[in-house]
T-cell receptor, first 113, second 113 residues
């Protein structure tokens, strides 16, 4: 069965600083990988996804992620963080038939002015 | 195209009662998944429905049940509510396969007193 880990529970960065959120997955085949963002009390919004092809994927709000098969990682990056990026970020792996979509535990991002 | 809608947005119930939550997927989407989100347990998969059939089920007691109608709308029901059922219940829809992008609704916030 697939699994996802996000090693950082909480990260604090200053506005304007760069950001990298880590995600590691366990999956037997080529994974479908996703990053979602959730603002307090809201649903999840898709930031970006990787299905195949170019390992560097661009998403909304200036985010990008890089798929590294050798490291089983799919880290999320942003060159310059804005105060509005403060939220919780979830990495997820899509499932084969008969298995469910699996989310990581999430990383809460705080942004200092 | 309208997004995933969930009703009601907020609910207050007392222990022992039952509750029904509703989810309308994006038009054309046939898969609907339900998740429970709590601060302690994170995002936990409840079940997935596809073409009116439960395709996958998480590790929740039988008090949690669901169904899907021919128009792909889905309901979930929780009977004999417990305090621990207080959570944000999220619905997500996708076109067909479990591994595809899931689009989330805003959630229903359930408080059990």
């Amino acid at each position: 069965a697939q699994s996802v880990t996000q090693p950082d529970i909480h990260i604090t960065v200053s506005e304007g600083a760069s950001l990298e959120l880590r995600c590691n997955y366990s999956y037997g085949a080529t994974p479908y990988l996703f990053w979602y963002v959730q603002s307090p009390g809201q649903g999840l919004q898709l930031l970006l996804k990787y299905f195949s092809g170019d390992t560097l994927v661009q998403g909304i709000k200036g985010f990008e992620a890089e798929f590294k098969r050798s490291q089983s990682s799919f880290n999320l990056r942003k060159p310059s963080v804005h105060w509005s990026d403060a939220a919780e970020y979830f990495c997820a792996v899509g499932a084969d038939y008969g298995q469910n979509f699996v989310f990581g535990p999430g990383t809460r991002l705080s942004v200092l002015p | 195209k309208a997004g995933v809608t969930q009703t009601p947005r907020y609910l207050i119930k007392t222990r022992g009662q039952q509750v029904t939550l509703s989810c309308s997927p994006i038009s054309g989407h046939r898969s609907v998944s339900w998740y429970q989100q709590t601060p302690g347990q994170g995002l936990q998969f409840l079940f997935e429905y596809f073409s009116e059939t439960q395709r996958n089920k998480g590790n929740f007691p039988g008090r949690f049940s669901g169904r899907q109608f021919s128009n792909s709308r889905s309901e979930m029901n929780v009977s004999t509510l417990e305090l621990g059922d207080s959570a944000l219940y999220l619905c997500a829809s996708s076109f067909a396969a479990s591994k595809e992008t899931q689009y989330f609704g805003p959630g229903t916030r359930l408080l059990v007193l």
